[in-house]
């Protein structure tokens, strides 16, 4: 088979076609990079690990942030939420914008069409287009409602007692969310990816019934979009989605991210329901169990995992394969 591109072989893998090998892209946490290649930029670290794609992640490159301290450890997000950050590379948010209904009445929405929120996707689309895969990455409309807009508790209460409450805010997240990811794709981006977890290890956030009713319909819309330009759409969800796979999979989504083992969701299994509706399944290979373990011992167990899922699902059925140790990355972009 001819060698394809980065860019190719993602877009041939969530065709379901097979590809020349297995594709492979990871964010990769800050620290993973710095003990792979000190002081390198992610681009650079893409580079080196001769990853598939490069992802924009929204809260890093396109959300805005106001200092509300003087160490920096606490900001203010563009959503009005205060969030606290430590030595990860993502935030906590701690204290959420809405307070009471009435907030909303003066509230002022984020705008999506600010030219600087897309000055580091131009730059990778400069640098990578043509070549890798340019992904454009949103925050799952769920996500940012309760976690930036009400607060968990607040949201859970709100689709109980005030589900009116919950459309409003879904709505002014998801009225963005279509018009940066439209933007992006002007831009340049080959593949959408929506991320936020749906469910936990052993059981969903919210019944089968609300998820039907307040977080499907935004990630339809989202599908929608990316189809009418003719560009695929992954969603990540961790947990055990099994109760609501359906509903994700009717969506339409292009790619389902991961069928997540520690939380007993089976990749043979997501194969069969996905290959029927011509939808995607991607894997996530679990191996943080190996922490301890010296590190050729667990790159051996890496590729006899790696191997156990290719015979289930074909090297077209896995174009993202994540990893915990700092070894690991290196393993798969070998394979």
């Given amino acids: 088979m001819t060698k394809l591109s980065g860019v190719e072989r993602m877009l041939k893998a969530l065709s379901r076609q097979e590809p020349d090998r297995v594709p492979h892209f990871d964010v990769h946490n800050k620290k993973v990079r710095e003990a792979i290649l000190p002081d390198a930029s992610y681009e650079e ?23 509300v301290d003087e160490s920096g450890s606490v ?68 996500d940012i409602a309760k976690e930036s ?39 340049g981006a080959d593949i ?15 019944s089968p019934k609300h998820t039907a009713r307040f977080l499907i319909p935004s990630l339809a819309r989202q599908v929608e979009l990316a189809h009418r330009f003719n560009v695929p759409i992954i969603k990540h969800t961790d947990g ?11 969506t339409g989504v292009d790619g389902l991210h991961p069928i ?30 190996y922490a301890g373990a010296q590190s050729t011992r667990c790159e051996k167990r890496l590729r006899s995992a790696l191997e156990r899922r290719l015979t289930v699902v074909g090297t077209s059925a896995c174009p993202v394969i994540r990893s915990i140790q700092v070894s690991n990355p290196r393993t798969m972009s070998l394979w």
């Avoid at 670290?45 to 200092?67: C, P, Q, R, S």
């Avoid at 055990?240 to 009717?250: C, E, M, T, Y």
Wanted: hydrophobic content about 40%; glycine content about 4%; overall charge negative.
């Fill in 240 to 250: 055990n989605i099994w109760k609501i796979f359906d509903l994700i999979v009717d």
């Fill in 260 to 289: 997540d083992p520690m939380a007993g969701m089976d990749i043979g299994e997501a194969k069969e329901n996905t290959e029927r509706r011509s939808v995607f399944a991607e894997t996530s290979i679990a191996v943080k169990h």
């Fill in 149 to 187: 807009f009400l607060g968990d508790e607040a949201y859970f209460e709100a689709i109980v007692n005030n589900p009116a409450l919950v459309d409003h805010v879904n709505k002014i997240v998801l009225d963005y969310n279509l018009r940066y990811l439209k933007n992006c794709i002007e831009i």
């Fill in 75 to 142: 900001k203010r997000d563009q959503w009005g939420a205060l969030v606290r950050y430590t030595s990860e590379d993502l935030g906590v948010p701690v204290q959420f914008a809405i307070k009471t209904e009435k907030d909303l009445e003066n509230y002022n929405v984020p705008d999506p069409d600010d030219p600087n929120r897309y000055k580091w996707l131009q730059q990778v689309v400069k640098r990578f287009k043509g070549e890798r895969a340019i992904m454009a990455h949103a925050t799952d409309v769920f």
């Fill in 192 to 206: 959408i990816l929506i991320s936020g977890d749906y469910a936990m290890t052993h059981s969903l956030f919210v």
């Fill in 45 to 67: 670290f893409v580079e080196h690990m001769d990853l598939d794609g490069i992802m924009v992640l929204d809260k890093v490159n396109a959300w805005t942030y106001e200092k």
